[in-house]
């Protein structure tokens, strides 16, 4: 039980050995955050984790036990650099048009010589170095140094601070989401599953979920600090924007490669874009429970929708800017995120085709069903023991 999770990535952070262009500012910001996020989303329960920053240059990251109760969860360096240039991009997009790119790679009904030929496509250059999961140690800083190279330094500080909190809500949504397994004791219930596949599935958007409740909660509790000070709706509105187009920044940049929905059909994961869904109507749940569900319309539903429509539209901006037709689509992301009843929507061009085609209702509502099997797993063997019931659904499935 007693093992040192620090060896699996690459050590605790020494900012010291860090080359000499990496911004540290921002990865100081994140180890405030994550000294705080531990001890708060532990507060009471039996089970908790402690976030550090690791000296790793991964992608991903996850919780290791090192306690019979205690875990850790080393957070990867090299993700905040990724992130950060990842933001720096797309700024350079925000002025841009909006536009939908509609897809047909996507929903999969593509003649298969012409989806293959779209699968074979390279990312667009500056992405794939900054999401390529291959890409570590010593290679992957002297790839981010001509990197850097491209970006020029952003001298606003007031637009700094805005990118520097994207990359903040995104790793917040990582953080979350890894210790949602903790808190929910996954590792328990994955094997009551009536398959393994069907647990870890089930596992995977529960801690979506969960990730999009104590999104809200953090807002609400540390950003805000709603108890000791008055906020407004425009301060609300912000956050929502912001840790919305956060969320997209996780979801829709490293799982490119597969990005037609028929290549999750039996993945554990669901499909980004309904992950994207299913967790960002658990956070304007959390926000309804607190101001009201009226108010929360205006400073937290479309503030929210906006988020995630500029990441989307930002990226079919630089999609189109390096070439549709030569490189592969750089967002696994689809559609952005809509807080209505999907029979209000009419967001997919196909929506007249057979009922085989994807949409944005199967998607979430698979994402839904998908949980609530997994909630019914959970109240039969632990209980209500996460502050409170889920309310996934609770928009689209009244």
């Known amino acids: 039980m007693n093992i040192d999770p620090w060896r699996w990535c690459d050590g605790e952070l020494d900012l010291q050995s860090l080359p000499a262009w990496v911004d540290r500012s921002i990865i100081e910001t994140i180890q405030q955050e994550l000294a705080v996020l531990g001890p708060w989303l532990s507060l009471g329960r039996i089970r908790s984790v402690t976030f550090a920053l690791s000296n790793s240059t991964a992608t991903h990251f996850t919780c290791y036990r090192t306690e019979s109760s205690r875990w850790l969860c080393p957070v990867p360096v090299g993700l905040i650099v990724r992130l950060d240039y990842l933001c720096r991009l797309l700024e350079t997009y925000g002025s841009h048009q909006s536009i939908h790119m509609v897809d047909g790679f996507f ?39 001509t990197v850097d190279s491209q970006f020029p330094t952003v001298d606003d500080k007031e637009v700094r601070a805005k990118l520097v909190d994207r990359v903040k809500y995104a790793l917040l949504y990582f953080c979350m989401h890894e210790a949602a397994h903790v808190f929910r004791m996954h590792d328990e219930l994955i094997p009551l599953a009536s398959t393994t596949a069907q647990g870890r599935r089930g596992a995977e958007v529960d801690a ?18 709603w108890r000791r000070r008055p906020f407004t709706d425009d301060d609300i509105s912000e956050k929502c924007w912001t840790y919305s187009y956060g969320v997209c920044l996780v979801l829709g940049s490293f799982d490119i490669e597969r990005y ?32 009201g569900r009226d108010v929360a319309k205006d400073c937290c539903y479309e503030p929210s929708a906006r988020g995630s429509n500029a ?23 689809y559609f952005p995120f809509i807080p209505w009843a999907p029979e209000e929507l009419a967001l997919s061009p196909f929506k007249e085709a057979a009922q085989t085609v994807p949409s944005l209702y199967t998607m979430y509502r698979e994402a839904v069903l998908c949980r609530n099997a997994f909630e019914e797993i959970f109240e039969q063997h632990i209980g209500y023991g996460d502050r409170a019931k889920s309310n996934a659904g609770h928009y689209f499935f009244r």
Request: negative net charge; charged residues 25%; contains cysteine.
């Open 107 to 145: 929903h999969g009904f593509e003649d298969p010589e012409i989806a293959e030929k779209h699968a074979a496509r390279p990312l667009p250059v500056i992405i794939r170095n900054i999401v390529d999961k291959d890409l570590r140690g010593k290679d992957f800083w002297t790839k981010m140094i």
């Open 260 to 291: 037609p929905l028929a290549n999750f059909s039996s993945d554990d994961y669901l499909h980004p874009t309904a992950r994207l869904m299913i967790t960002l109507s658990e956070s304007l749940y959390g926000w309804s429970a607190i101001i």
């Open 208 to 225: 979506d979920v969960t990730a999009g409740r104590y999104l809200s909660l953090y807002c609400q509790e540390l950003d805000l600090d």
């Open 311 to 333: 990441y989307i539209h930002r990226m079919d901006a630089y999609w189109i800017d390096c070439g549709v037709s030569q490189f592969h689509r750089p967002t696994a992301l």
